[in-house]
């Protein structure tokens, strides 16, 4: 079992910034790819960012690219979103997830493991 606790939600303004963090606990951390996820109101969920187990290769949503980072710190068991230039388009509960694939997956299926979602509001 892997626990994910998200943070770092929040009310922010058109052109602001947030950082998201995921704290892990359970089994090894470091054996996991890891992804975020969003899912806005009468939406389905899907895919914003995704990184491998070591950090080397991320991967992103067409919509976020060049505006979000994913890193992690594996000896602190946290992924983290920097998200900039927010939009309004943005808003949505963020989730982390873990999958035990090589590579983190854009199917939110494939993934093991998810956190309980933090809250992101981008006003205009």
């Known amino acids: 079992q892997v626990q994910l606790v998200e943070s770092g939600g929040g009310l922010v303004q058109a052109g602001g910034s947030l950082r998201l963090s995921c704290a892990a606990s359970?089994?090894?951390?470091?054996?996991?790819?890891m992804g975020w996820f969003r899912q806005a109101p009468g939406k389905e969920r899907e895919f914003v960012a995704g990184?491998?187990?070591?950090?080397?290769?991320?991967y992103y949503a067409d919509s976020v690219k060049g505006r979000f980072t994913i890193t992690r710190d594996n000896a602190k068991n946290t992924v983290y979103l920097q998200m900039d230039s927010l939009t309004p388009e943005d808003t949505a509960v963020y989730y982390c997830?873990?999958?035990?694939?090589?590579?983190?997956?854009?199917?939110?299926?494939?993934?093991?493991?998810w956190g309980q979602g933090t809250q992101v509001t981008v006003s205009s």
């Open positions: 997830a873990a999958d035990r694939a090589v590579i983190p997956r854009i199917l939110a299926s494939a993934y093991d493991y």
């Open positions: 990184i491998n187990w070591s950090g080397g290769s991320t």
């Open positions: 359970g089994r090894t951390f470091s054996n996991y790819a």
